[in-house]
């Protein structure tokens, strides 16, 4: 019998993020009148603890008692050896995945759930609000509201909402409160009802209704919360790839290639970055972020400066985008349905230090009930993005005759997402690719924005 | 930072299941004739390999390396000590839980699945048939069988059919095959349909069916499996309590009171039998099995001879029995709705060696929700039963200002029952309370049937 889990005890967790922004150069976000954004505009939306997060450019930062107590609920994760994947595939590659599935709300997002509820709580802050597409960010808040005590209020995108009320279940039994959006209470909410009464709503017109739920409470005691593209998002997520190694070094081992799928960025980002460092410091790594082939952000849209919601409320950041006002095709991997791209993972793209992929729906589900019948565990359509490109990665292996360890972040678990999969085995899922002619269409966006340079950082 | 979870590596696992037939007296289960059974009379339904191990005396089986394979992919499960609910509660006790939610299907199901496919395989079936009622054990089967290359033909009760989709989109995704019963493809399913076109279906009903097809398939390939009741599906569970033991040891803690939810009876037993092998031999534990007021065998139906199905296909088994006719109100712990109890579980219960203990669905739910609140994980509506135990036992032992050590078994994940805690949580959920009045009309039903003896093993 062959060991399949490395794992750590909970006294061996990091205890330290790993920090990107000290080893690469960023271009700074911009502001409405075009001059980089000072922290102390993010304050009526963020906490000041997380906005010194979010500019830091300390390498390594310590990591909170009581956010580690909370993370080792189901922390560290275990890695583990897909034995019964390289079997099927018969090849001489070895497979590693991180399970970040095992969590509370089944995915990696409480990694930065814990500390942003708890940096909010450390400043007094009693109310958080945010938005959630497909339903594992806002489970993840509320999860993490409801072990400091805070009060969380979701704003759910309508058709999501419908389609999916376990997610809502799921909030509501931690103690949050989701709302479908648009809603009445908000003037964003209110004014996109007024112009369709019956719109599904969108991503963009939810984080609005968070943001202005949290800027407009007289007390100052709510603020906000985003479950991706952000530095201090990107960090707290870098407790994955860290484990990780750790666990490698436990097994004698170390990956030759490292694959995360990709839609804000946060998932990869976590698996990733500690090895983007030992790749700067002369590691021969391929590193692999796996996006949609119906979103493509970092495979084909430009590197311009963009805003992060639909709405343009956020300010401009330096990011591969398809352009704010792009609505990415009903993809079911609802978390890869992001017109832009974290400006860390963008920066690091741009660098060469990762090398973008991108593959079909059908492709990403075929992967998934491989998966699921040969390691057990039914990912989350998310998570099947990177096993079709790990399926490829290991037939190559095969066909080279080398034996290459591959390492990918299994992100979540597909077990509120399990009619999708139905319609993958019956046959009614289809393929959505961006054509030239789309992608020109929303490249039209950028022609009056002010452009970020091409820094290189070495 | 305390320490959270006790693990064992995938070494230590037990090698060896323990078997209580070794130490407790049974009474036989009779044939139609009111004979004792003989094991070939049950060739036609099980395949002899686990027919000798359901009439096996030896108090310990040895467990197959491809056995244990395929349990680590989940397994060993981690012992958690619930520091937050200790906190919420501010008791003197320490309370742990095993934590059985971690495997593919989400509970302990295949623990026994697992070993199931594989002796089937090894004897040379090619195809599982089974029922199941709120989809756990379905679930488990389709894995299970996937991991073996067997087919699985699941017959899901209709109603549940219905309103969980999910369940059948998992069996699917494991390649098993999901058909709503009464079905049309076998007699047990036409007649009830002919009787009722509308039927919302019943455990006894797919029983019947998924037997049917078992035995009637004239390649003799095809074989019948069970989830619960049987010995040597208690047999099979004990891992949870071998692990558990080996993990206190680790701790330096051993448990005063073990408790567990039983509808059948293999959650209760997986976790408690290897304890009540130490009560035997002269530990002081106390040994709570926990089931729902609406359906209380334990705790008020008679000790007798009964049928294991409604339909009184099954020999009559000596167990705690509400009568094969009687049906369990609509209680949301599917798991939980059966007129009947495993033969040992009942056992050890009339010789003392377990104090059953009832709970209502709705002190059930309110447990549930304190345990999402504080540990994390939202739990199976059967393993809510156990919990409002637990809390209930943390709170004696606050009165008695003495540090007990409690564990209970975690059975499942609540993930696919997501609805129930939202009507739980809109107060539209009601408690059903056994009458005596019903209990006197299910108790007719043993008028003329043989009593079983009333055996002391000490």
Redesign the interface.
Known sequence: ?????I?L???EMPRQWYNILADIKMNPPLGPDGNPVKPEDLAPVFPMNLIEQEVSTDRWIDIP?KV??VL???RPSPLVRAI?LEKALDTPAKIYFKNES?S?P?SHKPNTAVPQAYYNKVFGIEKLTTETGAGQWGSALS?AC??FGLECRVYMVRVSFDQK??R???M????GKCIASPSMETKAGRDALEKDPNTPGSLGTAISEAIEVAVSDQTGKTRYSLGSVLNHVMLHQTIIGLEAKKQFEKAGDYPDIVIGCAGGGSNFAGLAFPFVLDKINGKQIEILPVEPAACPTLTKAPFVYDHGDTAGYTPLLPMHSLGHAFVPPPLHAGGLRYHGMAPTVSQIVSEGLASPRSVTQLEAYEAG?LL??T????PAPETTHALACVIDEARKAKEEGREKTIVFSWSGHG??D??T??KF?SGSLHNFVLSDEELAKAEKIFENYPKPSLLKSF
């Open positions: 019998m062959e060991t399949r889990k794992f005890n909970e006294d008692e580690l107590d080792s609920i189901w019964s095992l509370p089944g999860f409801s072990q009320p376990y809502k279940s799921m509501e039994t931690w103690g009930i699921a019948r390691e057990g565990i039914i077990l509120l399990l009619g999969y139905d085995l």
